[in-house]
């Protein structure tokens, strides 16, 4: 028999028998319904990776679980639909871990400017010790972390003037997450930061209520920001999770099949997630020129006048998140470096 039979029949097998627990119960209970709420438009890379997550779940489950995918923050902006998983309101949802320091301190971590270097850096940190135990602490607040998905590497937008000098955001009104991080590092480089929800951006940004932003390039893409932002200038000053939560609620009542069911999608949706993220992001610049934005990268040494001066937030953030996860976290670093 080929490889290719014996692997077939293999996946097909474990593909019945992750479905069986199921098929038994198919003909008598109705498909238990999840809501599932993200904040960017169904055709982003957050909207295709939870349709792709639906479908894996709807898949996995033989029909008996279903997800219904409601994007374009109809849910609520990130902190509401947090309060409503709580709540047990609303049974899943994705956003920015940013967000969710108001609920667990520890995923302040994530905010550090400058964390990571890279992708693979990101990957290996968030999907390791470290990030399991900063995930692992929303359970004191009534969430279930079940992944890391990728936002990406921030970037700064503004409708007045290339920044090419740290100097450039002085005034300039930035809106900023709901996050004291950002709001202290974007006050150190001299912006006046604006923390906004993410719902209301393109309307602040249309009206001048702010003049700039910043977000990766696919959110910069998607959400159509090109439309209202002159310029673009690459500083990638810090790496960006969105991370997957659950209802601590409603994951407790679940059947240990169904939980199983919702960590492999969870699992699977990641990888999909962060393979879709950087093929469009690697697409993204020239689409955002094309689009008629004026893109710039700050000089190196602007860049690392922007490294030393957020360097002063980092010993607020090792006091917030715990010296012990920080020390962790900078060895984990230190050891994918060598
Ligand atoms: O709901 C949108 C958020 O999940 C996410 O995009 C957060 O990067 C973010 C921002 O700027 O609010």
Do not use: C
Request: aromatic share 8%.
């Amino acid at each position: 028999m080929t490889i290719f039979r014996r692997t077939f029949i293999a996946s097909a097998l474990a593909s019945a028998l992750l479905a069986a627990p199921f098929a038994a119960l198919a003909q008598d209970i109705k498909p238990r319904l999840i809501r599932f709420g993200y904040g960017l438009v169904e055709n982003s890379n957050q909207g295709r990776a939870v349709k792709f997550f639906a479908d894996h779940v709807e898949k996995a489950s033989g029909g008996k679980m279903r997800v219904r995918a409601i994007g374009a923050a109809a849910l609520g902006p990130d902190t509401q639909m947090q309060q409503a998983l709580i709540g047990g309101a609303q049974e899943m949802m994705v956003g920015s871990t940013a967000t969710l320091v108001g609920i667990t301190k520890e995923m302040a971590l994530w905010d550090t400017p400058f964390l990571f270097n890279n992708a693979r850096e990101a990957d290996a940190v968030l999907d390791g010790p470290v990030g399991q135990k900063v995930m692992d602490r929303l359970q004191a607040g009534g969430l279930v972390g079940l992944v890391y998905w990728e936002n990406g590497f921030r970037n700064l937008t503004n409708s007045k003037r290339a920044v090419q000098k740290l100097e450039d955001l002085d005034g300039i009104k930035l809106r900023v997450m709901q996050n004291n991080v950002y709001l202290e590092s974007f006050k150190t480089l001299g912006a006046n930061a604006v923390p906004m929800p993410f719902s209301e951006l393109f309307g602040a940004l249309e009206t001048k209520t702010v003049d700039g932003q910043e977000n990766p390039y696919n959110t910069i893409l998607s959400s159509k920001f090109f439309e209202v932002q002159k310029y673009l200038s690459i500083t990638n000053h810090v790496y960006s999770p969105w991370i997957v939560t659950v209802s601590k609620k409603w994951w407790d009542q679940l059947s240990k099949d169904e939980q199983n069911v919702l960590m492999d999608a969870a699992r699977a949706s990641r990888d999909f997630e962060r393979k879709d993220t950087r093929e469009e992001a690697g697409r993204a610049l020239a689409e955002l020129r094309a689009k008629g934005m004026q893109i710039n990268e700050l000089p190196a040494s602007e860049s690392a006048r922007m490294r030393s001066k957020l360097s002063a937030v980092n010993a607020g953030i090792a006091a917030n998140v715990g010296q012990e996860l920080w020390n962790e976290t900078q060895a984990a670093l230190a050891a994918l470096r060598k």
